[in-house]
């Protein structure tokens, strides 16, 4: 089975904090994805990967950076965290291979600024 | 541009009723379509997708979606429901025109309240 991990659960920070939230999967994908998810809007893309060192901005890239040193592990960063970063973190990775699109989750992380 | 409609917010059927989660799609090509579930505080979980071939998809759980060209739509359905289904539900699509690079669109989420 395809597994996604994620650093933690939850998380609370302080505003203006540097926050650094981790994925890693372990099935050799070679693309990888970041969401942030909250009520009513769904899930909207941050940023994503489709290869180490590559990376690609979603719909709301505004206040995050990403970092993709090894394939297997996709990292999104908070430069300077505020309070409307509070939110679900979801990260998924999904495989470079003609007819396999669906993305694999992780289990998130709800962040909390205060 | 790519995007999904779920129209509902909110279903609530009965246990042992059937259920229908509603999606529309659209894309400028031939479009791969998804759905998946979110338990809560979990990640999503994959339950089936439509890439080409018969217009109706089964999947995990029981469900299955019925792909409709004309009415671009991608509803979930499952003949029974039961308690364990109630969860949020998510409709997702890509443009079958691009490559394995390409990202998936999100629709808003429909809750699913399955009632004893």
């Known amino acids: 089975d395809v597994k996604v991990t994620q650093s933690s659960r939850y998380l609370v920070k302080r505003t203006g904090e540097k926050v650094f939230l981790e994925c890693v999967q372990d099935m050799d994908h070679e693309n990888m994805f970041w969401y942030r998810q909250d009520p009513g809007l769904g899930l909207r893309l941050i940023y994503f990967s489709y290869d180490v060192k590559m990376k690609e901005k979603g719909d709301i890239p505004e206040g995050y950076s990403v970092s993709r040193e090894k394939k297997e592990r996709f990292s999104l960063i908070l430069e300077s965290a505020s309070t409307n970063q509070t939110s679900m973190y979801l990260c998924a990775s999904s495989p470079q291979l003609a007819g396999t699109y669906e993305q694999y989750f992780g289990p998130g992380t709800r962040l909390t600024v205060t | 541009a790519q995007s999904v409609a779920q129209p509902e917010d909110q279903v609530n059927v009965a246990e042992g009723n059937p259920l229908t989660v509603k999606c529309t799609y659209s894309v400028s090509g031939n479009p791969y379509l998804f759905w998946y579930v979110q338990y809560p505080n979990r990640g999503l979980q994959f339950l089936l997708k439509y890439i080409t071939g018969d217009n109706l998809v089964k999947g995990s759980y029981g469900f299955e979606a019925e792909f409709n060209k004309s009415q671009t739509s991608f509803h979930l359905k499952k003949p029974s429901a039961l308690v364990s289904d109630s969860a949020l539900y998510f409709c997702?699509?890509?443009?079958?025109?691009?490559?394995?690079?390409?990202?998936?669109?999100f629709g808003r989420g429909t809750q699913l309240t399955v009632w004893p």
């Open positions: 997702a699509v890509r443009d079958g025109r691009g490559s394995t690079l390409g990202r998936l669109y």
